[in-house]
């Protein structure tokens, strides 16, 4: 029989492949901890935050869940996620596996790792290419993401 957690991890994914952020926030404790290497260092409710935003802009996005396992404290998932990057209308392919960690059930840290220069290549075309592997591109791909999920927060809080 699956552990609790992994049952969780179920969810939180199948939740994803719904696109149902809401449900993908409730899997979260208060001031869990996100990052992947384009959303870094997410606490309290940007994660939640983040995922609403993704999937409510998602379009074409589909989500497989590859394999997952968990215990009482941490789990892990692989995860793949096909869509269109709405900025430049590219597909993008990206193959990602997930570190969780757990408090009450719930998970309070999450980081996803993929691969940034495979991502910018896809998402960013020629330019992602050339120059995704750089800093100064990762850099600005970060800060826009950043940007963005303020907004999204921001606009939240207003239709609240």
């Known amino acids: 029989m699956a552990h609790e957690n992994e049952e969780l991890l179920s969810r939180f994914y199948a939740a994803f492949g719904r696109h149902d952020g809401s449900e993908m926030a409730a899997c979260y404790a208060p001031g869990a901890l996100f990052s992947d290497p384009v959303f870094t260092g997410l606490s309290g409710g940007e994660p939640a935050a983040m995922w609403k935003m993704l999937t409510a802009r998602a379009e074409d996005l589909e989500i497989r869940l590859v394999a997952c396992s968990a215990g009482e404290e941490t789990g892990t998932a692989h995860w793949l996620a096909d869509y269109t990057f709405t900025q430049t209308g590219r597909k993008v392919h990206n193959d990602v596996r997930g570190t969780f960690r757990f408090t009450g059930g719930l998970i309070a840290e999450h980081r996803d790792d993929f691969s940034f220069y495979a991502w910018a290549r896809q998402a ?37």
Not at 126 to 137: E, F, R, S, Y
Not at 141 to 152: D, G, P, T
């Open 124 to 160: 960013l075309g020629p330019a992602g290419l050339l120059l995704g592997w750089t800093p100064l591109v990762q850099a600005k791909v970060r800060r826009q993401a950043r940007e963005s999920l303020e907004q999204f927060m921001a606009d939240e809080q207003k239709t609240g």
